[in-house]
């Protein structure tokens, strides 16, 4: 509990040198004047601002060794769709699985599995941190988003990428997620279709699934069926840009 405070705190000073704040004042004398809790702790679109300035979001996530590796991966959400259409999909192995990607885009497109095999890849192994508690590290293999978005030609109005996906909750909510385009450009941000050199299993999110490595667990959508590019999400799903966001997880949820 203390270690987490002066992690914290440590946090807070660095980001406040990143922001040049710190000119003259001691960071003892810096961290306990009024006025430095409250601007570091407030609001969300802050939090994400003073992130971005401690590590730029340009950075890449740590990688791994094969070494590294956990012998077990947990599962977590949804592991099994509820959703036939889906299921059917699944009894075939995908084959006539499609994603599209549309929305504001020059040209709109649609990429079969195998579609997706054939274009460029990347390997990486990393860590995955779930706010659960849990952290396990994979070795994910899959197709640069910036692949597919450099081949639908994104308009200048296009501001986030959507990811729906095909499992619904018991209400029927489906989870979905969106991310701007600085994480998807990354070249970590990859749609994921092999996990440990095995193709991806339904519980891990099949035929694809999101990583995005800079952030926690629930940014990276599993089982998505449709991509699309739009100005704002305000008007998807609760509004807040993903099914966890809409119960008041944060939209930008770094690590
Ligand atoms: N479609 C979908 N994506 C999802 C979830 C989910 O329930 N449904 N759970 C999220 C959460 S909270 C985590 S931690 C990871 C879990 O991925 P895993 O099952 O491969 O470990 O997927 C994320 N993506
Ligand atoms: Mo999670």
């Not at 939090?47 to 740590?62: L, Y």
């Amino acid at each position: 509990m203390i270690k987490k405070r002066i992690d914290r705190r440590r946090f807070m000073i660095r980001a406040a040198q990143a922001a040049g704040l710190i000119f003259l004042a001691g960071c003892d004398k810096l961290s306990q004047s009024e006025w430095f809790p409250r601007l570091l702790g407030s609001a969300e679109g802050l939090t994400q601002r003073v992130q971005r300035m401690v590590t730029p979001r340009k950075a890449m996530a740590r990688e791994y060794n094969e070494a590294d590796r956990s012998v077990v991966f947990p599962t977590n959400g949804n592991v099994d769709p509820a959703n036939p259409d889906y299921q059917a999909l699944a009894r075939n192995d995908f084959a006539d699985w499609k994603l599209t990607v549309s929305g504001l885009v020059e040209r709109p497109a649609e990429f079969s599995l195998s579609d997706l095999r054939h274009l460029p890849f990347r390997t990486q192994i990393t860590r995955h941190d779930c706010v659960e508690g849990w952290s396990a590290i994979a070795k994910w293999k899959g197709v640069p988003l910036k692949e597919l978005l450099d081949r639908v030609r994104p308009l200048p109005s296009a501001r986030y990428v959507v990811f729906y996906c095909a499992d619904p909750d018991e209400t029927g909510q489906t989870y979905y997620e969106s991310i701007d385009f600085e994480d998807a450009n990354h070249p970590q941000t990859i749609l994921a279709y092999e996990i440990n050199g095995q193709v991806l299993p339904i519980a891990h999110g099949a035929p694809i699934r999101l990583r995005l490595e800079r952030q926690l667990g629930y940014k990276m959508a599993k089982y998505v069926m449709r991509i699309e590019l739009v100005e704002s999400f305000k008007t998807i799903g609760g509004g807040n840009g993903g099914y966890w966001e809409d119960q008041g997880y944060e939209w930008y949820a770094g690590i």
